[in-house]
């Protein structure tokens, strides 16, 4: 590989040893690319994070490209080099395609900045490769490789950055985040990604310029906090977003849960126990054949927003207490609302709310003493949301008191052997009445209606306190319900 870099700058020579390996693995496709473009008269150089990951040991199978090509000449070029290509991305000169098992995504080089009453960036197509890299978030993500002859090209020294697990803007960063707000949460979401840490001069402008983000649609913002709390280290891009005020506006219950502490310490640091839970949910998920197969977007977001309700319940008691009573009704509607203003789909709001709601529905278990009535609502009311109930529950046990901490973990394994029992003896997990709405309707020779749902709710209550009773049990039941009724 031959290197460019500015004057005076020392590569990293291991990170170079690593990114030849990588890149020799991908150069086939790539160098291949290059020559198209080269014949036709264009540059072509493999950008962003591919380059980036090739340092950091990583193949991919996914490529971006920059080019001097414009979308149309790359349209071209694509549809006769691969098996596939799209043009989805065209408004913002992307052109897409596939070849073999390799997937490519070529730009022509542009900038991009906000109109200051729009939320959507303004596309303008540019001329030169270091041009391009200017334009890119950070300097770990402004390095190149020009093709087909793979010359190394880091104007702004990101393998430096690299090295040392820095992200700086390749340009000034007010004008970078003037550009493109959505840059300052990549930092965020890039600390939680890679464990890098943001440059001093990088970091105050996220704090000078916190309320630029406000200008970024919701959905792109969605993006973003979605991928950061997928990442491995979700933590280190949340305290970026809280410590640099960017949460303030994007996701706000979290800094709130800041809340002051008495002197006397009579509760627990909000914010810093909701990502311990985060971080000890996280450990539980399994692996891609298990209940819960990490990354799981749900159990995080439940972990991260369990007691977003708080702050908003928090009463301070006559004996020197503090009580944060239906706090997780109140955090249910909290996230709700929350997750729906991020444009979240319905089934991940709805499934992050019911966590919320019922994180606390355990601790009623206390000394085992539910009655298996118990034990099957709180499974009926789990539904599909029990495996990651489960770890939700075990992960909010963040007490250092050993003691303590053991006999919960032992009370809910106690539970969880139960419901298995339950399982053997019965179809807990999809309990239904003995008697279905037809069987019902039969039985009292009434018309669909009200009263049919009315007597599927009596017989799924006897269910649940009972268990099954058998269809003669049930009919005899239904039967006495009905004559109740009529008197």
Known sequence: MLVSTPSGAKPELELLRRALGVLTEMAPAAVDLGEVFRAAGHELSLVGGPVRDAFLGRASNDLDFATSATPDETQRLLAKWGDAHWDIGKEFGTIGARKGDVIVEVTTYRTDKYDPNSRKPLVEFGT?????????????????????????????????????????????????????????????????????????????????????????????????????????????????LVDTGLADHVLPELPALQLEIDEHHRHKDVYEHSLIVLEQAIAQETGPNGAVPAPDLVLRLAALLHDVGKPATRRFEPGGGVSFHHHEVVGAKMVSKRLRALKYEKQVVKDVSRLVELHLRFHGYGDGEWTDSAVRRYVTDAGPLLERLHRLTRADCTTRNRRKAKRLSDAYTHLEKRIDVLREQEEIDAIRPDLDGNRIMEILGIAPGREVGQAYQHLLGLRMEHGPLGEEAATEELKKWWTARQS
Request: proline share 6%; charged share 25%; no cysteine.
């Open 128 to 240: 030169s490769l270091d041009g391009d890299l200017s334009r890119r978030d950070f300097t770990v993500n402004a390095m190149a490789v020009r093709l087909p002859g793979l010359t190394f090209v880091d104007p702004f020294d990101g393998l430096t950055d690299l090295a040392r697990k820095v992200l700086r803007t390749p340009i000034a960063p007010e004008r970078s985040f003037d550009d493109d707000p959505l840059r300052m949460l990549r930092a965020a979401r890039f600390a939680a990604q890679l464990s890098f840490h943001v440059e001093q001069g990088t970091l105050a402008a996220l704090v000078a310029m916190a309320g630029r983000i406000e200008i970024v649609s919701a959905e792109r913002v969605q993006a973003e906090l979605s991928k950061l709390v997928m990442s491995p280290n979700p933590r280190a891009g949340l305290e970026v």
